[in-house]
């Protein structure tokens, strides 16, 4: 797949190309994770996680599901160690997101510490939208245009987590449920639709077979081993059959 030109690197200044990734909160993805974080407030809310804490974890884990288990964790009681590692394990995916974008961002001039600060808000949302957009940048406006997105929808995803704390107690458990539940539906079909290996979709529909077997099997290791598995049998498969899996994803 042949990457688009990139633009002229004169073309407008860093507040403008910071106000153009701002306007790409004005998005569906960004209105789903907004709309999954309603869910979590009233989730964090239910199990008695207080609101600076609740807001706490949104600035600094920023990752939804790295959330859920942590918020799983203290309620059911386990050992700090257990809830570091699962929380630890659960956002490992995100690593090659971080590898692949940061080398899409980055120019000969970006400092270290601004690609070390802007990891820290690459998640599924982001990288998708960045994925999708980013070469509309010229390159030495890319950091900038991705800290216009995903600092704001962070800090938006912050202020809603403390205004439904504070205000939604009227919503019913199963609206916020419903809620919640819209991010793992948008997650996978984002990175269906994002795909540009046929490998990455066996990995998927792989882990997607397996993952409910391994309930049965392990309940606490489920998605761990689905992951894994599932991951092994598209490598096998692509190393036996490599003609299959070749090409765009599209």
């Not at 539906?185 to 993952?211: D, E, P, Q």
Request: charged letters at 10%; proline letters at 5%; a positive charge.
């Amino acid at each position: 797949m042949q990457k688009p030109p990139e633009p002229a690197a004169s073309q407008g200044t860093h507040l403008l190309w910071y106000a153009r990734g701002m306007r790409n909160i004005i998005s569906l993805p960004a209105f789903i994770l907004m709309s999954a974080f309603v869910g979590f407030a009233g989730f964090a809310r239910e199990s008695g996680i207080e609101l600076a804490h609740a807001a706490f974890m949104t600035a600094t884990i920023w990752a939804l599901p790295a959330q859920v288990v942590l918020i799983a964790g203290i309620t059911g009681g386990t050992t700090l160690a257990a809830v570091f590692v699962s929380v630890a394990l659960s956002s490992v995916r995100l690593m090659p997101m971080v590898t692949t974008l940061i080398a899409e961002i980055r120019s000969e001039k970006t400092r270290t510490i601004t690609l070390l600060f802007l990891s820290h808000f690459i998640a599924v949302t982001s990288w998708v939208m960045a994925s999708e957009r980013i070469h509309r940048a010229p390159r030495q406006f890319r950091t900038t245009y991705f800290a216009g997105f995903a600092v704001t929808l962070t800090s938006l995803n912050i202020a809603i987590v403390v205004l439904v704390y504070v205000f939604a107690t009227g919503i019913p458990v199963t609206v916020l449920g419903a809620l919640f539940f819209l991010t793992p539906i948008y997650f996978l079909t984002s990175l269906w639709a994002t795909a540009r290996h046929r490998l990455v979709k066996i990995a998927m529909i792989a882990g997607l077979v397996l993952g409910p077997l391994f309930h049965l099997v392990a309940p606490e290791f489920d998605l761990l081993l689905a992951g894994l598995f599932g991951g092994v049998a598209a490598f096998l498969y692509d190393r036996k059959f490599p003609g299959d899996t070749q090409g765009s994803a599209t």
